[in-house]
Structure formats: structure tokens, C-alpha cells
């Protein structure tokens, strides 16, 4: 064990110095940052082809959940940014309305928590959430993996992939995990228009000015999001009904001072990703706008950025609108 | 600069790996049994059986589990120790209240304190991808908030002859992690390779020690948990659960140790 440790020590050294390097050598341009070159993972679970294919089958495969009925892709669609089209998804086993807005997964391998209040610490240990929660896809893990060994497929895949001949959940969240790292949206205008190969038109290139001057401290660029927590004045009353979900960031890190919080969304594809926040309750961008505008509710973790709104008239509106749809990646959508 | 950064990945490695060799006992052939005798009251614990806690409140217990983890064994000089690798144990109770941990491969030398501790480290705490007694099929592993129940006690609380309520205890978080030692025992693995240590476990104690009730609430060894206070706070993670792994903390007991 000792031993091991002292490889991954001298194994992350060498990294992190050719990391250093070839920072240094790329001018850091922010299109380089989300790229299948540089996906970051756990050292535990380094990124492998073989393993990425076996997380896509497993991605799509409804014989994962209870009633062999429901996959991940059921509520993670690619046209709508693998998120879904519904405030709260009724397409788990139990047929029963989640409690949040099932997310979208785009770039996601970059965030820094996972779920709406980041109470997953690695996309690996997320996996087990949707798998095993009554109203997801509601599977007895013990089941599961007994299923999945005596699968023949899965035996053969899981050898091929990770070398063994014995399949634990560890695995298959593994495989599961390395897939959405793949989920990787950079291919909008924005990101040409990063690699200087678009030029934004005048309306887009004002709703980007509109945009840094009032949405980029939290959709940070280039993810369009900080993966941070903020209370965006949604809300303010909570309550501790199922463990304290309402409460956002606060129920998971279980301080006052984050209550109400809720993980920053991209805004890549955000006209695919409808309906909006952490519970769906805005269904276009305008309501979203309007929220905004004028529907703040004070609350002492609101975002200090928000005290006042955010105030846009009817044009830089327009102007706003036009840039977010400079965010659309068809590619990444699987529209083309 | 560069140069000066590798220089210095590298002499950290260095360091690293040296103070290891420090602290390191080549494996052996001592094999060590830790016995762990479940009891409630004194006798072994029973699922569904009426218990009354400290405070006079009747409950069953239906289900108890918990992680006992990095078994170290330790010598009097205080500077020797060896660290049993992957060291987590799921204490169960399956058909009988009495459970055995088998570790092999111990140094064959003189060591005379046992420590181990309840819970699992932050390491291993923050990622559930694991196999062994960690593997999340165990349903020790929260999946809406990464880490793993230290602890889990469920059963019935009973309110009155018709009313009943659930009893569920899932205690976790780092605040909850305990460490316990056993100082000054024989565990002389140079002599007789394979020993047995006998623990009692005071399940009871985990809502405090009823024989403490006469003494003042300052001078009692554990809490005295109200079955009332039953909100998530008190139940999970919160302030109040520490009081809980306070008393888990307080539940061994040595009773022997021989060889097998």
C-alpha cells in the first residue's frame, strides 16, 4: 500500500511538472481549457477509451434500474444538453415527481461538486444517487451486480476495460463516471469566435458586453458557470422535509451562511436546456429575464451581486439573447 | 525554475517514502483475531427485543452496523508500530451477536496496545467507488451526500402500548470519526503466532450507560440521548450526533486476550 502510494507520489510529480510545462507552452487560451486533451480525473480512475465505451452501454442501458425500464439517458437526453425537457422528472420507476430538476451534463468533469448543492464530492460517488434512489432508477445494488456478472456481455466488457474478472459497483460507477467526463461541449460560435475563426455581429458582440458587465461573475467564462454556490433570490423559506433539500448548498455543508445556495448552471445550449433553476420553475429565458428584473427575494445569503437586480430594457434583451445563442453547440446536441 | 521544481517534487518524494521505512515492520506470521461480542445490558443483543435507554424511553433494534477501521498495533517504545493496510471492517450482526476481524501477516513482535478506530477516515471517506467492506452495496453510503454511515442503528421507538415511531440513527461526517486504545495488554505476537482478543461491545451505551444514571451529568462517561430529539440534526450529522459518537467511542471493553 505504502509502496503504491509512493508511485502515485512520484506519478502525480511527473504530472503536475508536465503539467507546469505545457501550461506554460499553450498561452493559456481559454478555448484550450475544456477539451477531451485535458479532462480531469481522479488518479484512481484515469481516463481510458476502452472504459469511456463501456460507460456510454452503460449510459444507455435500462437494464441498469429496478424494472430493467429506465436508463440514465432517459432523464439525461443529448437534445436537450443530457438534461430533461420537464421541471421535475416523473420517468423514474416509481413514476413519483423528483424533488429537483434533472441537470444537464455538459463539461461537468471540470466542476468541483456535483447534484444542484454539490453534495456529490466526485462524479464517481454521484453515480450511486440515480442508481439507487427509489424514484430514479431504484436498483438494490447487490442485485445489480450480481445481474451484471452473471451478464456474459458485461463480464467480457468489464474484462477488456478494467482487467478483472470480478465486477463490484465500484466499477461500473467508474465506467459510468468516465462517459460524462466525455460530455464535452466547445464546438458553439463563442468557441470559434475564441480561436478567432467567428466574428460576433453587432447585436451578439453587445449582448457579450451586456453579458460580462452583469452575468459572468457567477456563468464564468468559458463554462458559463463558476461551479460555485449562490442564492440567486429564488426563495426565502426552507424547510426539512427530505433532508433539508430545500435548503440548497446549506443541507450539505449544514452552515447558515449557505442556505438557499444552489450550484451555478451553464448557460452552453441553454435554449435546449429549458425548463430553468434547480426545480425547473422558469420556463423560457425570458422568465428567467424577468426573475431577474424584478422577482428578487431578499434572503441574507442572496448574492450580493443581485441586491438590485439585474436590469436589461427591451433591446439589450435582444442583444442579450442573441449572444446566449452564440452558447449553442449542434454539434454537442447531437442535432447534426 | 523549473529545475527547482522538480528538485523539489522530488525530494518530497523522497521524504515521504523515508519516513515510512521509520515507521515500518516487515510483515510476518502473526495472525490476530479480534473477537467483538454484541451485547445489550450485558447479554448478547437481540434484534426486535424491548430495550429502555438511559432515560427511561422503551425501543427495538432491528439493525446495527457500523465501521470499525485502521487497526494499529503499537509497542512500548512508543516509535514502533505497525498499520494494518486497508483496514476497514463492516461489524455486523448476521445469525449471531458475536463477530470475528482476521488479520494475518503481523510483524512477530511485542506489542501492547490495540487501536482502531469508528468510522471511516476522510481519505476513504470522500470517494464511495470502493470494493471490500467499503463497496456502497453494502448500503452504508449515502448517495445524496458523499461519505459513508459510521454508524447505523435502526429499529422502533415505542412510544406507548399502541403507538410506535421509527428509530433511525445514520451517524457519519468527520466529526463523528472516533479513535479508541487499549494500552498497557500483552499482545506478544514474538511468542505465540496467533492470538485472540476478546472485546465486549456495549451497543446500549451508544444512548448512554444506564448504571451511570445516579451519577451528576458532569461526571457520567457518556451522553444520555432523548429518543425526542429526532430531527436530522440529532440523527445524522448534526452538533448533537456528537454526543452519540461520544458514546460510541465509550462502548469497548478488553476482556481478554489468549492464545489461540
Redesign the interface.
Known sequence: ??RN??KI??TL??T??VG??LFSCEENRQASVISYDNIPA?D??KMDLLKVELGRKLFFDPSLSKDSTVSCAHCHQANYGFGENVSLSTQGVSHKPLLRNSPTIINIAWAKGW?WDG????I??????P???EDEMGVD??LL?RNINASAYYKKEFKSAFGIDKV???HL??AL?QYVRTLISNQSKYDLYLEGRYQFSEKEALGYQLFQKNCNSCHQEPFFTDFGYHNNGLDNTFS?DH??INKGRG??T?VDEDLLKYKTPTLRNIFATAPYMHDGRFNSINEVLNHYEKEIKHFPTLDSTLINGIQLDASEREYMLAFLETLMDSSFLELN | M?QI??LL??S??LI??DT?KET?DAAGTGELTIKLNLLHDDDSLTYNKEYINALSQNYTISDFRFYLSNIVLRDTSATNYFKI??SYHLIEMIDKADTSIVLTGLPNHAFSELEFSIGVDNAAN??????GDL???NGM?W?????YKFMLTEGLRLIDDVNTKGLVYHIGGDANYRTVKFSGKEIYLNKNNKQEIVLDVHVDFIFGDKKEALKPEDQRNTNFIDFNND??QDT???PNTQLIADNYAQMFEWKEIFVK
Open positions: 500500500m505504502e502510494l509512493c507520489v512520484l510529480s511527473i503536475v511538472f507546469a510545462c481522479p484512481h480512475n447534484f453534495g456529490a464530492k466526485n464517481e460517488s454521484l453515480i450511486f444517487g442508481l439507487t434512489h445494488l447487490k451486480m463490484y459497483s465500484a460507477a467508474r463516471a426539512d433532508e433539508g443541507r450539505i449544514r | 523549473k521544481l522538480l517534487l522530488f518530497s518524494f515521504g517514502c515510512y515500518f493496510p486497508e470522500y470517494s464511495t467507488d470502493q470494493v463497496d456502497p452495496a453510503a448517495n445524496w451526500d458523499t461519505g430531527t436530522d445524522m450529522f448534526g
